[in-house]
Nanobody, 121 residues
Framework: QAQLEESGGGLVQAGGSLRLSCAAS????????MGWFRRAPGKEREFIAAISWSGESLWYTDSVKGRFTISRDNTKRTGYLQMNNLKPEDTAVYYC??????????????WGQGTQVTVSS
């Protein structure tokens, strides 16, 4: 059984919105920070957003700042990435990942399988 499982990807027109979810097992969620990454065709994996275990510390890469919102519900063991005003350049496979500890800084040990997001122009 997958430890992390993303859902919510799909095809959307430019300017539209999607909300990605990341359901996690207890082992890889409790006391773990969470990050979202993406890999566009022909490009390297990109770290785009992160949230600490407590939810008090957030981080976004510049290209998604103001458009994407990361959050988590620790009672449901689920993380979220709300994506608004999507652009064709946001097209990628999106992955959630977790790392042990409060801080989102550092290497991520646990990974989901990814969900495809395609934004048409």
């Amino acid at each position: 059984q997958a430890q992390l499982e993303e859902s919510g990807g799909g095809l959307v027109q430019a300017g539209g919105s999607l909300r990605l979810s990341c359901a996690a097992s207890l082992r890889v969620f409790r006391n773990n920070a969470m990050g979202w990454f993406r890999r566009a065709p022909g490009k390297e994996r990109e770290f785009i957003a992160a949230i600490s275990w407590s939810g008090e510390s957030l981080w976004y890469t510049d290209s998604v700042k103001g458009r994407f919102t990361i959050s988590r519900d620790n009672t449901k063991r689920t993380g979220y990435l709300q994506m608004n005003n999507l652009k064709p350049e946001d097209t990628a496979v999106y992955y959630c990942a977790t790392r042990d500890g409060e801080s989102w800084r550092g290497l991520y040990e646990n990974w989901g399988q990814g969900t495809q997001v395609t934004v048409s122009s």
